[in-house]
Nanobody, 121 residues
């Protein structure tokens, strides 16, 4: 499966952005989808994950209550709604697909190219 993330940009602190990740192929609905991010000089970190049927979701503590993951299997797309953004949310955001509802990047087999999110103070 190929993944293409979009929707990043520059936003002021307190603002909102919605990221999208479009997947190719007919098996999107069978994949667990996740979002990770990597800030400059830091390792890539888990943000959120959603099960194939959207029943299970997990969030990093740093984004709980501010970020929401969702998916539309008919559109082969997973979304990340980001509200109340903070400067520390600045990073490249990657979507990923895998078989398990995990939080480690090695649990995901396919990765998008990333989209830059910059939050100014």
């Amino acid at each position: 499966v190929q993944l293409q993330a979009s929707g990043g940009g520059l936003v002021q602190a307190g603002g909102s952005l919605r990221l999208s990740c479009l997947a190719s192929g007919r098996t999107f609905s069978s994949y667990v989808m996740g979002w990770f991010r990597q800030a400059p000089g830091k390792e890539r970190e888990f943000v959120t994950v959603i099960s194939s049927n959207a029943y299970r979701k997990k969030y990093a503590d740093s984004v709980k209550g501010r970020f929401t993951i969702s998916r539309d299997n008919a559109k082969n797309t997973v979304y990340l709604q980001m509200n109340s953004l903070k400067p520390e949310d600045t990073a490249i955001y990657y979507c990923a697909a895998g078989p398990f509802v995990g939080v480690a990047d090695y649990e995901f087999d396919y990765w998008g190219q990333g989209t830059q999110v910059t939050v100014s103070s």
